[in-house]
């Protein structure tokens, strides 16, 4: 809520008084801007979705069975009995669930020793493989659906420009539109490879698994997912953007950061952003504190309003102003709301799964999606009342299970029984 | 005033950061020069003129510039390849990544 910033401040009512409206104000406004962040996040998680299940249905390359397996699963499922079958398929989930549990602590350590290179590192390698690698075999099966003829040099050129767009635009700066888009369609690539790669029942019980495996990560005092996210808030740094959906760019205006060497630097993002509280400025020393302004701006502003007078006094005065703006953790409508790249990863694969091998193929792949969403909904609404960290995991893909399980066992020869005896309901 | 001063200077600082990489910068990128042009169109030509719009106009122009030679030569190479190609033979297929079945 941005309240005019012109004349007299108002007179300070009794703190009490301001508290109470305040909170209800705050309530208002959080319900309704949290439908707001619900449909922001909608429209990705669907595009996410769409992208899979298109491919899923028309490229059969993510649905054969060619008898390669991920190091991660090395037990196969084609086994002789159902036994043996369900034993492979624990195993296997077992092992990749250690293998992201291992993974998840090494960062979460890496972070908190601020190893942060070793991170971008690790985090600009994988975006690598991604935007370069996977791209490139996504687009030889679809050519070889579509059987057209593509040659080497074309090729080449599509991909280079894909994938170095594609970095830039997630690891430094990029309009925020081609950002989300990128960040979908590697979401995509992920959960296509996970749908080819990893066998049925191991795919259902890694599902539910990791959902257990999020909310236990997220909500416990040691969970390292909340150490990352507690870490992360008090640095009062975002966390990597490779690994995060934001429905808008944060930015913030440091006037004067202590951290970095570049004090006068601005973190700009899309334009048509409006800008947020202007952190307090802390002046290293006298001398160098031209309040910020950088010089070339300070002249762009004299010619264009006439001579400024910036001192140290006409600051000090408006910084005691009594703020009219809110500080910029309750200033949640430019905010935006943040889904980690996983939850789009698993959200996709859950639905991908079950276009791939259900047998009741649209209707449960329809009841999925809607499960998902009501899921993220719920989530959402939870995030609006209690204002912190949530897993987007659990919810979702526990609906997302029983509606596939449901749907595929009992709806379907409902449905089918129905259509036989032609009796419409 | 302060809000309106601030848009500017991030509006600025953005583009001058964006476009900074594309003409000199790597070659062979025209996706990116067609990024620059299409966002930073508005921002160069439709906005009330201010002292940085020049750079940025002469930025977006190159742009469109680089680009339009590239999906020139594009299509070129393109048509001449899927025309030619099973003409060529063995080159054709030397240089083919996906080979379509059947009989052109």
Redesign the interface.
């Known amino acids: 809520c941005l309240r005019a910033l012109n004349g007299q401040p108002p007179a300070a009512p009794t703190p009490r008084v301001v508290e109470r409206e305040e909170e209800e104000e705050d309530e208002e406004l959080t319900l309704k801007y949290g439908a707001k962040h619900v449909i922001m996040l909608f429209v990705p998680v669907t595009l996410c979705m769409v992208v899979v299940v298109a491919t899923i249905k028309s490229v059969s390359f993510y649905t054969q069975n060619d008898g390669q397996r991920l190091i991660y699963t090395p037990f196969p499922e084609d086994t002789d009995t159902v036994g043996q079958r369900a034993l492979n398929s624990i195993l296997n989930a077992t092992i990749m669930i250690t293998v992201i549990i291992v993974m998840t602590l090494v960062l979460v350590m890496l972070y908190k020793y601020r190893c942060y290179k070793v991170i971008q590192g690790w985090l600009f390698l994988s975006s690598l493989l991604l935007l370069f690698f996977f791209s490139y075999i996504y687009l030889k099966e679809v050519f070889k659906t579509y059987n057209l003829a593509m040659d080497y040099i074309t090729l080449a050129i599509i991909i280079w420009n894909f994938g170095v767009v594609g970095m830039m635009c997630i690891h430094w700066k990029g309009p925020l539109r081609l950002q989300q888009a990128y960040l979908i369609m590697i979401s995509a690539l992920m959960a296509l490879v996970f749908i080819k790669y990893l066998p049925e029942w191991t795919a259902w019980l890694i599902l539910a698994v990791i959902s257990v495996y999020d909310l236990l990560a997220v909500l416990c005092p040691k969970g390292p997912l909340r150490i990352l996210v507690e870490t992360a808030q008090e640095r009062n740094e975002p966390i990597f953007p490779a690994l995060i959906y934001s429905s808008t760019m944060v930015w913030l205006v440091n006037m004067a950061d202590t951290d970095r060497p570049n004090r006068n630097s601005t973190e700009a993002a899309s334009p048509q952003q409006e800008p947020q509280e202007v952190a307090s400025p802390v002046p290293s020393s006298p001398s160098q504190d031209d309040g910020g302004f950088t010089q070339s701006w300070v002249s762009q502003q004299e010619h264009r309003l006439g001579p400024l007078q910036s001192t140290e006094e006409t600051r000090r005065e408006i910084q005691q102003m009594p703020s009219a703006r809110p500080p910029v953790e309750e200033d949640d409508e430019e905010r935006g709301v943040k889904l980690g790249l996983g939850d789009f990863i698993f959200y996709s694969m859950l639905v991908g799964k079950a276009s791939a091998t259900a047998s009741g193929d649209w209707n449960t792949t329809l009841a999925c999606f809607v499960a998902i969403l009501i899921g993220l909904c719920l989530t959402l609404l939870l995030l609006a009342i209690f204002k912190k960290a949530l897993p987007a995991l659990p919810i979702s893909i526990f609906f997302g299970l029983v509606f596939y399980f449901a749907t595929d066992n009992l709806v379907r020869p409902f449905m089918d029984k129905l259509a036989l005896h032609q009796f419409y309901i | 005033?302060?809000?309106i001063?601030?848009?500017w200077?991030?509006?600025d600082?953005?583009c001058l950061?964006?476009l900074l990489?594309s003409p000199g910068g790597?070659a062979?990128?025209?996706?990116?020069w067609l990024?620059n042009v299409v966002?930073f169109f508005r921002?160069a030509f439709l906005k009330p003129s201010y002292?940085e719009q020049l750079q940025i106009k002469a930025y977006v122009k190159r742009s469109a510039l680089g680009l339009l030679l590239w999906v020139a030569v594009?299509t070129t190479?393109?048509t001449i390849?899927?025309h030619f190609?099973a003409e060529w033979g063995e080159v054709g297929d030397y240089?083919?990544?996906?080979?379509?079945?059947?009989i052109p």
């Open positions: 005033m302060h809000l001063i601030f848009q200077l991030v509006n600082y953005f950061i964006f990489i790597f062979f990128l025209p996706f990116l990024v966002w921002e002292t594009l190479w393109i390849y899927q190609r240089l083919s990544f996906t080979i379509p079945l059947g």
